[in-house]
């Protein structure tokens, strides 16, 4: 018996594809499973359409593509990556999941409080995360804090090193801060 699934537009993460050098494969094709809108820029449309890939937007101009592709068109602005943020957000996206080369935190924070934002580069998971955030995680996971919170207190963590902390038992972990949200990391 097979199961059928209703994914309704905009449900699923739009995926953002602005750098594939340091990205897994496997990952990469984890993340297409669910059928999400691809956004692809100048620098990794060539590889998307190599490997078969379907996208949907392109941030680029139509010069530059192949004549036969349908293909949703944005001219990039000053930059590829907050030009698709910006239609994504506009478009009324609530999430997205970005795969880059260069981990730029600036670029993504203003986007943080209209949509989920998930950047993934090299071998970490970033996630923009509010006071109160918990998450179940298993023994011994290792987390990175990029953006320093401010009257931080924790459950569920131990220090390792300056800015890094290990999961202290399989379950859940909380965080508290005031700040508006910080950048966490996890290790792939």
Not at 73 to 97: H, K, M, R
Not at 110 to 138: E, L, N, Q, Y
């Amino acid at each position: 018996m097979s199961s059928h699934h209703i994914v309704r537009e905009k449900q699923e993460p739009a995926l953002l594809i602005a750098g594939l050098d340091t990205f897994d494969d496997e990952l990469l094709g984890q993340l297409l499973e669910w059928s999400p809108t691809v956004i692809c820029t100048a620098d990794t449309m060539d590889k998307m359409l190599s490997l078969g890939i379907k996208v949907d937007w392109y941030v680029g101009y139509k010069d530059e593509l192949p004549e036969l592709l349908d293909i949703k068109v944005i001219a990039p602005g000053e930059d590829a990556v907050t030009t698709a943020l910006t239609n994504l957000s506009s478009e009324g996206y609530p999430s997205v999941n970005i795969i880059t080369d260069e981990l730029e935190l600036d670029k993504y924070a203003k986007f943080t409080g209209r949509m989920d934002v998930i950047i993934f580069c090299g071998d970490i998971k970033v996630i923009a995360i509010r006071s109160g955030f918990s998450k179940w995680k298993p023994a011994g996971d290792r987390l990175k804090f990029l953006t320093l919170p401010h009257n931080f207190l924790y459950t569920g963590l131990t220090p390792v090193k300056e800015n890094v902390y290990r999961t202290t038992h399989d379950g859940f972990y909380s965080l508290q801060f005031s700040d508006k949200f910080i950048f966490v990391a996890e290790y792939l």
